[in-house]
């Protein structure tokens, strides 16, 4: 009886099932102290099956925890962000075609403004005065050189 139950573990562990492979897992949680940790330790050294798994599993593990940091999202939450991102966009696309617009708006004024007082500069009196100044020198210089 005994060996008989020897012989199906040997035929299993050459088989692609193993009944404590589900079971390995519990590994990595166990202290190493543990008796269940010592008795599944020791059946990885005999089964194929479930030493292959657990090296899966471990590069599984390894692989999920370079993974982990960064934040999964799922389609439905990823598409109503973009969609969210995309009326962002377009609210800022406007609101900065309005700023254009008012400050080009702005500046028309600015310029209108400017150029309003500069005409008005040239009609004041002291620039008048300058252009009467000048016309005398210009006279002036005319006269005795
Ligand atoms: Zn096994």
């Known amino acids: 009886m005994d060996r008989s139950i020897q012989e199906l573990n040997n035929v299993k562990s050459f ?20 008796e269940s ?6 059946h990885l050294e005999n089964c194929t099956v479930c030493s292959k798994e657990f090296q899966k599993f471990q590069l599984k593990t390894a692989a999920a925890q370079v993974f982990i940091p960064k934040v999964l ?18 609210v800022m696309n406007l ?10 708006k702005k500046g028309f004024l600015f310029m209108d403004r400017m150029g309003i ?14 252009y009467f100044a000048a016309i005398v020198i210009f006279i002036c210089l005319r006269l005795f050189l």
Not at 37 to 42: A, E, G, S
Not at 95 to 104: A, P, T
Not at 117 to 130: G, V
Request: net charge positive; proline share 1%.
């Open 15 to 34: 088989s692609t099932n193993c009944i404590h492979t589900k079971h390995i897992y519990s590994l990595l949680d166990l202290p190493k102290n543990d």
């Open 37 to 42: 940790y010592k008795r599944m330790n020791k």
């Open 73 to 90: 999202m799922d389609r439905d939450l990823r598409q109503s962000f973009e969609r969210e991102v995309v009326e962002l966009f377009k």
């Open 95 to 104: 609101n900065d075609r309005e700023i254009l617009k008012r400050n080009v």
């Open 117 to 130: 007082e500069f005409i008005q500069n040239l009609l004041s009196k002291t620039m008048f005065k300058a």
